[in-house]
């Protein structure tokens, strides 16, 4: 479809509200599992989604984390581009093949106050009404470490 008729493009297949859990896990903390709900909000008219993610402890007793950013064109590729109130702020590209947005990191800063993460790796797939995603994580003297993986559905 021509761009100027849906500027979304590929992008329109991460659009809507979704829910679900996942796990994780990482060398230097007990394992955990989480409730979720991610939203890829479109804005009429223009090439972007508006991204917001938020997770609770099972059962929704506490909250635990959430980031917010868009998912956009970039030339010939996507990006991601995150913000975490934890102090991080990262940039993300990569390509979409067959519904998986396989991310890789082009940017990642940090506050002066923020823990020690040093690089990051997303992986996101939607087959029809189900979105799930992987992330890596490399913390301190922690090289590239797998962290986290959930499964969610379209609301």
Do not use: C
Not at 103 to 129: E, Q, W, Y
């Amino acid at each position: 479809m021509d761009a100027q008729l849906d500027p979304l493009g590929e992008l329109g297949v991460f659009t809507g509200t979704w829910i679900g859990g996942g796990d994780g896990h990482y060398p230097t903390i007990d394992d955990f599992s989480y409730e979720e709900e991610i939203e890829f909000t479109a804005t009429p008219g223009k090439p972007f989604l508006a991204y917001r993610s938020r997770t609770w402890s099972p059962g929704r007793e506490r909250p635990m984390h959430t980031e917010n950013g868009y998912l956009r064109h970039a030339g010939d590729t996507l990006e991601l581009l995150v913000s975490q109130p934890t102090g991080f702020v990262e940039i993300q590209r990569g390509d979409l093949h067959a519904g998986v947005l396989d991310l890789t990191l082009v940017s990642l800063n940090r506050s002066p106050d923020a823990k020690p993460v040093h690089d990051i790796r997303r992986r996101i797939t939607v087959d029809g009404d189900v979105l799930s995603y992987d992330m890596w994580m490399a913390h301190a003297s922690t090289p590239l470490t797998h962290h986290l993986t959930a499964r969610l559905q379209r609301a």
